[in-house]
C-alpha cells in the first residue's frame, strides 16, 4: 500500500521568512512524488515532480523540494516566501508499476503568511 | 492559457437523487481522472479513465458511480442515488502522457452537497 504522511496541518511564516513543508511517504520502491498548490477557490496545481535523478529538483514559483531515499521524505522548500504564497500544499505519491495512474495524497499543510 | 472546465461549481441535491458533474478536459489529453476531497480530509483518487475505458479504479468507486466521455471533449461523473457521505469538492483533471511522463491538470472542482 501507498500512502503520504505530511505531519502539519498548519505553518505560519513571516513574509520574507524561509519555509519547509514536510512529506514523508511510504511504498515498496521509489515512487514518483508531487507537490501541488491550491489556493482558495482554485484547482490544484503542479509546483514541482520528483522521477528519477538529481534528487533535489526545482519548481515553479520559487520552490524546491529534495528527496531522501534514507528518510522516505520529499520536503518542500522555499527560502523566502511571499504573501501570495499562502494557500493549502499537497504532497502526493504514485506508483511505478505499470497501469496505476493514482495519485496518493497527504492530508496537505495550510500555510499562512504574516506581516 | 488551456485549462480543464468543471461545472456546475456547486450542486445541491437531495439524498437518492442522481448527478452528473461535467468536466471538460484539456484538449489534446489523452487521460482523465476523478478525485474528490471530503471537507478537511485528504484527496482521493476515484477513477482513471484512458482509451475509452476505465484504467484504474478505486474501492471508493462503487457501482454507485460511472463515468463516461459522450462527445470527445466532455468527461462526466454520475453519482446514482447519492447519500449524505457522498459531499465533497470533486476534481477532475486530464493529463497528456499519464501520471508518469505528463502533469496532471486540475480543474477548479465541483462542491456536491447532499441533504
Known amino acids: 500500500a501507498q500512502s503520504v504522511t505530511q505531519p502539519d496541518i498548519h505553518i505560519t511564516v513571516s513574509e520574507g521568512a524561509s519555509l519547509e513543508l514536510r512529506c514523508n511517504y511510504s511504498?515498496?520502491?521509489?515512487?514518483?512524488l508531487f507537490w501541488y498548490v491550491q489556493s482558495p477557490g482554485q484547482g490544484l496545481q503542479l509546483l514541482l515532480k520528483?522521477?528519477?535523478?538529481?534528487?533535489l529538483v526545482q519548481g515553479i514559483k520559487g520552490f524546491e523540494a529534495e528527496f531522501k531515499r534514507s528518510q522516505s521524505s520529499f520536503n518542500l522548500r522555499k527560502p523566502s516566501v511571499h504573501w501570495s504564497d499562502a494557500a493549502e500544499y499537497f504532497c502526493?505519491?504514485?506508483?511505478?508499476?505499470?497501469?496505476?495512474?493514482?495519485?496518493?495524497f497527504g492530508t496537505g499543510t495550510r500555510l499562512t503568511i504574516i506581516p | 492559457e488551456p485549462e480543464v472546465t468543471q461545472t456546475p461549481s456547486h450542486q445541491v441535491t437531495q439524498m437518492g437523487q442522481e448527478v452528473i458533474l461535467h468536466c471538460v478536459p484539456i484538449s489534446n489529453h489523452l487521460y482523465f481522472y476523478w478525485y474528490r476531497q471530503i471537507l478537511g480530509q485528504k484527496v482521493e483518487f476515484l477513477v482513471s479513465?484512458?482509451?475509452?475505458?476505465?484504467?484504474?479504479k478505486s474501492e471508493i468507486f462503487d457501482d454507485q458511480f460511472s463515468v463516461e466521455r459522450p462527445d470527445g471533449s466532455n468527461f462526466t461523473l454520475k453519482i446514482r442515488s447519492t447519500k449524505l457521505e457522498d459531499s465533497a469538492m470533486y476534481f477532475c483533471a486530464s493529463s497528456e502522457a499519464g501520471r508518469k511522463n505528463g502533469e496532471l491538470f486540475f480543474g477548479e472542482g465541483s462542491r456536491l452537497t447532499v441533504l
Open positions: 520528483y522521477f528519477s535523478g538529481d534528487t
Open positions: 502526493a505519491l504514485a506508483g511505478t508499476n505499470f497501469g496505476n495512474e493514482k495519485l496518493t
Open positions: 511504498y515498496g520502491a521509489t515512487p514518483y
Open positions: 479513465f484512458y482509451n475509452n475505458e476505465i484504467s484504474e
